[in-house]
């Protein structure tokens, strides 16, 4: 019923930057809050950065300073400008959304993924 698609994913050099963007799409009636996490390789999922529907933002602080998340409401779409990145920073970013959707008989919560977008740093 939902989907989130996530993109802007590649190889950058330590120092580089890039920008993710996901993007929610379907029968949805309010988004409450976005954002994304990442997974590297034998490693759990943790929490990258948050924004609510009041703009309000929630860092770890292994990425404070260094990473920026927005959204555009009128697209229902949230960014990740990551910038200084280290090699460390490598993963699997997701993007996850907080929100109320069809459910296929009523409107209800909902918290949908995204399919996933791959970030390396390395030289």
């Known amino acids: 019923q939902v989907q989130l698609v996530e993109s802007g994913g590649g190889l950058v050099q330590p120092g580089g930057s890039l920008r993710l963007s996901c993007a929610a799409s379907?029968?949805?009636?309010?988004?409450?809050?976005m954002g994304w996490y990442r997974q590297a390789p034998g490693k759990q999922r943790e929490l990258v950065a948050w924004i609510t529907s009041g703009d309000s933002t929630n860092y770890p602080d292994s990425v404070k300073g260094r990473f920026t998340i927005s959204r555009d409401n009128a697209k229902n779409t949230v960014y990740l400008q990551m910038n200084s990145l280290k090699p460390e920073d490598t993963a699997t970013y997701y993007c996850?959304?907080?929100?109320?959707?069809?459910?296929?008989?009523?409107?209800?919560?909902?918290?949908?993924w995204g399919q996933g977008t791959q970030v390396t740093v390395s030289s």
């Open positions: 996850n959304a907080d929100i109320i959707a069809y459910t296929g008989t009523y409107y209800g919560p909902s918290t949908p």
């Open positions: 379907g029968r949805i009636l309010s988004i409450n809050a």
